[in-house]
Each structure stands twice: as structure tokens, then as C-alpha cells.
């Protein structure tokens, strides 16, 4: 079992540019949520993704969106870059819908923006 | 405001003795706790879960335990050894609607364990 992978590991953008991370759950997972994690930070919710909707979303703005597939992996999509996107963003999974279990987190995508 | 605090950012212990965590939380009304562990440069890992009716959970060197009245849990690591060191993080949930479940975490605590 892989685990929960992520893509790209690491990215370099400039302000005002576009990024798309993308993930893959856990084998057998079917929703998956994001994480904005800023140095020395507790990673904080962005949104939840469940049958292909966004089922809940935290304090982020619309720059922020995403999208989950067929296949349950999903991508998160930054719109506008700003300097403080700056973080590792990290994609967790977990089994049945609900969330209220164990995350299982991925190895994150560290974002630096220009 | 809702609020998470972990006792401090960072927790030197001599190897052996036994780690105690501590996480508070104001303006929340959880269905659980987890606890969480991550490396440098990694993601969390899940360590334990405790729901709200639950007053101790263990699993090996760890305990977890859920005082809803204090608002408060402690993460407690026995007989530590320099390779539990890492950041410690609290994470809250409560049911937000929908079916669904969302989870606020603290800031972490670094753990250090000295030889």
C-alpha cells in the first residue's frame, strides 16, 4: 500500500501565478481534505473533499479551490499568488465519509512564492 | 474565539523519564482529540484518537487522556528515548454539519529527549 502520495514535492512560483497540487489517497479512502501548514504552525483546514464535492471548507479565500475525481485523488488549485502562500500543503485521507477518524497525511508539497 | 493551546513550544526530558503534553482548548465542544506526531519536513502522523466520552486511551508507551469539564487532554510518553522526539500536535473535531467532521489543530509542541 502506498500511502497517500502527493505531487509535485516541491514548487518555486512568482507572485500572481497559478499552482495545482495534486494527490492521491490512501488505497480504500474516499475523502480527502487539505492542509496549509506555515513554519512553525499546526496545519490548518482548507477543505474537505467527499463524492467528488467540496463538503466543507475552512477560512481561506476563494483563490483557493480544488476539485476530487472519480478515482477519489483530488488537487488543490491557488489562484493569484501571494507571498504569504508560502507553506507546505498537505493532503490527508481517511475512509467512509465522515472524517471522524484517523487522517492519514501525505508528505506535503512545500510551496515557495516569489 | 475558539482557541488551541499547547503547553509550550518546546519540551527538553532526559531519556527515561516519562513526557507529559499538554493541550487546552476554549469555545469548542469536540466529539474527539487526536494526537499527532511529525518529523521535520514530513506530514503528521496519527498517534491515538479519544472520543468525549472516553477518559483514557493507551497504546504501548503512550496515554491519552480527555477531561471535557477542564477542557484540557494530556499526551503522556513513558520511558521516552531520543527517537520520540519530534513535534507533538493536538487536533480538535466537531461535527460540522453535512456528515462531516473537521479538524483544528494546535501549533504543536517540539519534544526533545536527551541521551
Known amino acids: 500500500d502506498a500511502g497517500v502520495t502527493q505531487s509535485p514535492t516541491h514548487l518555486i512560483k512568482t507572485r500572481g501565478q497559478q499552482v495545482t497540487l495534486r494527490c492521491s489517497p490512501k488505497?480504500?479512502?474516499?475523502?480527502v481534505s487539505w492542509y496549509q501548514q506555515a513554519l512553525g504552525q499546526g496545519p490548518q483546514f482548507i477543505f474537505q473533499y467527499y463524492e467528488e464535492e467540496e463538503r466543507q471548507r475552512g477560512n481561506f479565500p476563494d483563490r483557493f479551490s480544488g476539485h476530487q475525481f472519480p478515482n477519489y485523488s483530488s488537487e488543490l488549485n491557488v489562484n493569484a499568488l501571494l507571498l504569504g502562500d508560502s507553506a507546505l500543503y498537505l493532503c490527508?485521507?481517511?475512509?467512509?465519509?465522515?472524517?471522524?477518524?484517523?487522517?492519514?497525511f501525505g508528505p506535503g508539497t512545500r510551496l515557495t512564492v516569489l | 474565539s475558539q482557541k488551541i493551546e499547547q503547553n509550550s513550544e518546546a519540551l527538553n526530558i532526559q531519556e527515561g523519564k516519562t513526557a507529559t503534553l499538554t493541550c487546552n482548548y476554549t469555545?469548542?465542544?469536540?466529539?474527539?482529540l487526536q494526537w499527532y506526531r511529525q518529523d521535520p519536513g514530513r506530514g503528521p502522523v496519527f498517534l491515538l484518537l479519544?472520543?468525549?466520552?472516553?477518559k483514557e486511551k493507551r497504546k504501548e508507551r503512550l496515554k491519552v487522556t480527555f477531561d471535557t469539564t477542564l477542557k484540557q487532554s494530556l499526551f503522556h510518553i513513558t520511558a521516552s528515548q531520543p527517537a520520540d522526539s519530534a513535534t507533538y500536535l493536538c487536533?480538535?473535531?466537531?461535527?460540522?454539519?453535512?456528515?462531516?467532521?473537521?479538524?483544528?489543530f494546535g501549533k504543536g509542541t517540539k519534544l526533545s529527549v536527551i541521551p
Open positions: 469555545n469548542y465542544s469536540p466529539a474527539y
Open positions: 490527508a485521507s481517511s475512509p467512509g465519509g465522515t472524517g471522524d477518524n484517523e487522517q492519514f
Open positions: 487536533a480538535l473535531d466537531e461535527y460540522s454539519g453535512a456528515g462531516s467532521y473537521q479538524l483544528t
Open positions: 479519544i472520543r468525549e466520552n472516553e
Open positions: 488505497s480504500g479512502h474516499d475523502t
